[in-house]
């Protein structure tokens, strides 16, 4: 799988990797943590509570959340198209802020004073999306029990989830319920889209340092190559070059210098045996023929 016709979610891996190893390299890890006592309450820092969803508290939870938006993020956004997913992504953002900001308010009293760091209802609101939107690929049974290929992908989520109980498991509840609301219809979350100057900025000033999003390129021989070919080779061979006097065959369309030579020479050698089949009518008689033909009819009377 490559990050083609995926470049927001190539972009939010590598900022999120950045991030993440930005806060641990300088120790700064500490204001990106998000607990209601004292944080909100008593020193009213009300803005942990969209700088904590930027970086995540440890490795394991980034390795976990990096591998479920390769998965899950590039199936999505191809799904959603890039711009929809880049205005998913915020209104999933802006969402679980707030639906974490109540579960801290209403849980407060059962032991609930601190959430995960780091966007896991993002992740969870992605993984979501894939489980509503895109299909199984196919299925299996162990001692009975149906799976598909998404399990894997779910058995990564359940491990964030449980991580660091309760506040992870909240955390995982909220990106759930995120995800629903955008796809609900009581809410017109679907149709809001970024604007065309932060769109215009991030493809001319972003897009650039994330490097192509094409495929990686495979070979197109047909053939494989004359070392592959020719076998075991004596002693006496063994320090001769071998030489490859086969016609390359690929499997790939022509295209640029090559593809106009092929196409001249083409255009070349069908100009040839026009010619020569030109010459072979000429010269079994078929123009004199008619010519006579044409001549005899001409002088006969009317």
């Keep these: 799988m490559s990050f083609e016709y995926a470049p927001v979610t190539k972009g939010l891996m590598a900022g999120l990797a950045l991030t993440s190893i930005a806060a641990g390299i300088f120790d700064i890890k500490h204001y990106f943590h998000l607990q209601l006592v004292p944080h909100i309450s008593k020193y009213h820092q009300y803005w942990r509570l969209g700088l904590h969803n930027v970086v995540f508290a440890n490795s394991s939870d980034l390795f976990f959340a990096e591998l479920i938006l390769f998965q899950n993020g590039i199936q999505v956004e191809r799904c959603f198209g890039s711009l929809k997913f880049a205005s998913y992504v915020v209104v999933s953002i802006l969402l679980s802020t707030i639906l974490e900001f109540l579960s801290l308010l209403v849980f407060h009293r059962v032991g609930l004073n601190q959430l995960s760091s780091g966007p896991l209802c993002l992740v969870f609101s992605i993984l979501y999306q894939y489980a509503r939107i895109i299909p199984p690929v196919y299925e299996f049974r162990i001692f009975g029990l149906a799976l598909s290929n998404k399990s894997y992908i779910h058995t990564l989520g359940l491990q964030l989830a449980v991580g660091r109980l309760p506040g992870s ?28 100057t932060v769109t215009n900025f991030a493809t001319r000033f972003i897009q650039p340092f994330l490097g192509s999003n094409r495929p990686p390129r495979r070979s197109n021989r047909a053939f494989p190559d004359a070392s592959r070919r020719g076998g075991r080779r004596n002693s006496s061979q063994s320090n001769q070059p071998v030489q490859n006097d086969d016609e390359v065959v690929t499997t790939a369309r022509p295209s640029g210098t090559n593809g106009s030579r092929i196409r001249a020479t083409a255009a070349a050698g069908g100009t040839a045996a026009v010619r020569d089949w030109v010459q072979d ?7 004199r023929r008619l010519v006579s033909g044409y001549r005899l009819k001409t002088k006969s009377p009317s």
Excluded: F, H
């Design 169 to 196: 498991g909240v955390t995982a509840l909220a990106g759930i319920l995120a995800g629903q609301i955008y796809r609900s219809e009581l809410t017109n979350l679907k149709s809001y889209r970024i604007g065309p």
């Design 281 to 287: 009518w000429l010269d079994e008689g078929t123009v």
